[in-house]
């Protein structure tokens, strides 16, 4: 699922420009739990940067997998910046600075794309960046919608994606991204996502304790401690065609 397009000069300053528009949501979306500790989860952070920051680094992330854009131009990424994909992607597709980076870099040549279509905004509560984008394949084209958290020195330490597509779309046409207090997304749910440097380790006492009531934590914990096998059985398990249910290609979800 994962691919991009660099935007034309008066595209970008539109997606510049539609990141200073505040929340519409008058009560916190995202909880704090744990602050100040090593278990602290992403909602206990706030931004550090201009909200350009946050919305360029979208931006980067979304060229690294587009053939039209400079590969030489990435995010700032956390050492351990993990990518969690819902199903029917295969959830933990990256874990690691150096697997994103070699992970795009092989997309490029074996799934090209481009991604014309980017409305990436800034938000003054984790995930700070969230965009609604449409990868252009051979097959046709893909929309999802993305959230990126990031940690006090503006690294890219979480990022979150769903199929924009009936039956699989997170959002609704009154939470377009995802303010509800009840929004169904992992990254906030993180222990460690909320320290000052968003580093997460699946051996921490908080994580393995949260997992015990978390099947997705469990099931986040279980893959970054075995990335590459967890990764290939999932793909091996998936059906032939969740990559044309993911896109909507004429598929049921």
């Not at 481009?114 to 938000?123: A, E, M, S």
């Not at 009531?213 to 401690?225: G, I, N, T």
């Not at 096998?229 to 993911?246: K, L, M, S, V």
């Amino acid at each position: 699922m994962i691919t991009p397009r660099l935007l034309a000069g008066a595209a970008l300053s539109v997606a510049l420009s539609a990141c200073d528009e505040p929340s519409t949501s008058s009560t916190p979306t995202t909880r704090c739990v744990g602050a100040d500790t090593d278990a602290a989860t992403a909602g206990c952070l706030r931004p550090t940067m201009p909200p350009e920051h946050y919305v360029t680094q979208a931006l980067l992330y979304f060229d690294t997998l587009d053939t039209s854009a400079d590969p030489a131009r990435v995010p700032t990424y956390s050492p351990w910046v993990a990518r969690w994909e819902w199903p029917p992607w295969l959830l933990l597709t990256g874990w690691g600075r150096e697997v994103m980076v070699n992970t795009a870099t092989a997309l490029r040549q074996i799934d090209p794309s481009t991604v014309p279509q980017r409305d990436c905004r800034f938000f003054p509560e984790q995930p700070f960046a969230r965009c609604y984008v449409v990868f252009e394949y051979a097959g046709g084209s893909c929309p999802i919608y993305e959230e990126f958290v990031f940690n006090d020195a503006g690294e890219m330490t979480f990022i979150e994606a769903w199929s924009d597509v009936d039956g699989l779309r997170p959002t609704s046409a009154d939470d377009r991204f995802g303010e509800s207090p009840d929004f169904p997304r992992l990254s906030t749910r993180v222990p460690g996502l909320g320290r000052a440097d968003g580093l997460v380790d699946p051996e921490s006492a908080a994580l393995i304790a949260a997992a015990e009531s978390d099947p997705d934590l469990a099931s986040f914990r279980a893959r970054a401690l075995d990335f590459w096998g967890t990764w290939g059985a999932e793909y091996r398990a998936a059906p032939p065609d969740f990559f044309a249910r993911g896109c909507g290609w004429g598929a049921e979800p």
